[in-house]
């Protein structure tokens, strides 16, 4: 497999930062909707005191930039800093522009999900960040070491949140919720891979027989492992394969045909790499 260059990195990190960027100024902030991190404090301020956006993303992240260059070095921060970077200049020369129906919360919030989701994905997968409270949660970690990141992150991001509920109303929270839920959603579908296949195990005493039909009729691989039945002390095989999900239905079928007793076990896997699947 390719691995991408550090030039493919810096690209989709600052591609990423500039559609984060449009969803924030053309998206949420017209909305009111503050889905966490400094970009929801840039959009609280610009109401409250006419702050521009990507003046207040610049100046909170300076000193988490100076605090985390001091304390973790250039190397940990210089992604991050490009990103950041980048999303600040997004806000300051992307224009505005009147997108979405403003009786229509649920559609800006869907839509502005899926936009911010898709850049937040894209900077993911350059194995960066925009800064703003994955930073700040970063160096409260090094003080607060028995609870994690992610944990820090949740409730920074929900102070936030609950800031913006205080300053547009609850109702604008509560479609805050959905477009977060929209962007986790997205993002975690580009980092994990939206080509799902199923994982299938087979215990059956007529495996050779299913596993001769799987590679004949389905042209898959099959991985046969030896097992033990716990209760009968019996070794058995086990068939184990992946097949896509327009597979699974054919696959059942033919295990049916040599026996109707097998135990079938089928799980949804995420992504898979190789031959007959993605070929990076």
Not at 42 to 66: E, Q, S, V
Not at 124 to 153: E, N, R, V, W
Not at 214 to 224: A, C, K, P
Request: charged share 15%; proline share 3%.
């Amino acid at each position: 497999m390719n691995r991408r260059t550090p030039a493919m990195d810096y690209i989709l990190m600052v591609a990423g930062s500039f559609i984060m960027g449009f969803a924030i100024k053309n998206i949420y902030d017209p909305a009111g909707l503050v889905t966490g991190g400094v970009s929801g404090v840039a959009i609280i301020l610009k109401d409250m005191a006419g702050i521009p956006l990507w003046c207040t993303n610049t100046m909170l992240n300076i000193p988490l930039f100076l605090a985390s260059l001091k304390m973790k070095g250039w190397k940990f921060i210089k992604r991050t800093f490009v990103a950041t970077a980048a999303l600040s200049v997004s806000l300051y020369v992307i224009p505005e522009m009147a997108l979405m129906p403003k009786d229509d919360m649920l559609l800006t919030a869907l839509f502005g999900g899926l936009i911010s989701g898709v850049g937040t994905g894209l900077v993911f997968m350059a194995q960066s960040t925009t800064g703003g409270t994955d930073m700040l949660a970063a160096l409260m970690q090094k003080s607060m070491p028995h609870y994690s990141i992610s944990q820090i992150m949740q409730v920074l991001d929900a102070l936030v949140v609950l800031a913006g509920a205080a300053v547009f109303g609850i109702r604008p929270a509560l479609y805050a919720l959905i477009a977060i839920y929209g962007l986790a959603r997205v993002s975690d579908g580009m980092l994990e891979g939206l080509k799902f296949s199923k994982m299938v195990f087979i215990i059956s005493g007529q495996c050779e027989a299913i596993a001769n039909g799987i590679m004949n009729e389905m042209s898959r691989g099959v991985t046969g492992l030896d097992a033990t039945g716990m209760y009968s002390g019996k070794r058995r095989q086990m068939i184990y394969c992946v097949v896509s999900k327009k597979e699974i239905s054919q696959l059942k079928e033919l295990v049916r045909e040599h026996d109707r007793r097998a135990f079938v076990i089928v799980s949804d896997v995420r992504e898979v790499l190789g031959e007959g699947f993605i070929e990076d």
